[in-house]
């Protein structure tokens, strides 16, 4: 019978340590310019070194980005890879948005000729901020400023 009761009592507290306050976070903004003009369609992430969720966010007309982590303002606090690429576009007739989903069309959203298509777009940012990103920041507990001059 003890043996149940501290059983349960060791679930409780490894559940409770799990709660929903989840890993430490800070928020995280900046911009990123590309030559030296904001660059007005780029997702921002950034990635634990530790593991855990990665902070994302895009950038706005002026460049600016606020990241967001599974829901939450920030990234995990610590040390992260940085990647910058740029949003693919979806052709304009085949914007979800546009379709109900049982309109017969709608399965041709995003079909793969779209991303076949979208992926021959040349990646204007430079592979060592992305795909060979060396990038990396210390997010700290507090609010974090990271500009990115590309």
Known sequence: MNF???SILVSVVAFVGCGPSGPAMGPVKGKVTLGGKPYTNGIVTFTPEG?????????NSEGIYELFS?????A????NKVSITTVVAVPESKKQAEVRSDDPSYSAFGNASDYKAAEKQK??????YNT?????RDVTSGNNTFDFDL
Do not use: D, F, Y
């Not at 990646?123 to 060592?128: N, Q």
């Open 123 to 128: 990646e204007p940012i430079p592979a060592k």
């Open 4 to 6: 149940v009761r501290v």
């Open 51 to 59: 593991g855990g969720p990665s902070g994302t966010g895009a950038t």
């Open 132 to 136: 060979n990103s060396e990038l990396i």
């Open 76 to 79: 995990k606090v610590g040390k």
């Open 70 to 74: 599974a829901g939450v303002k920030g």
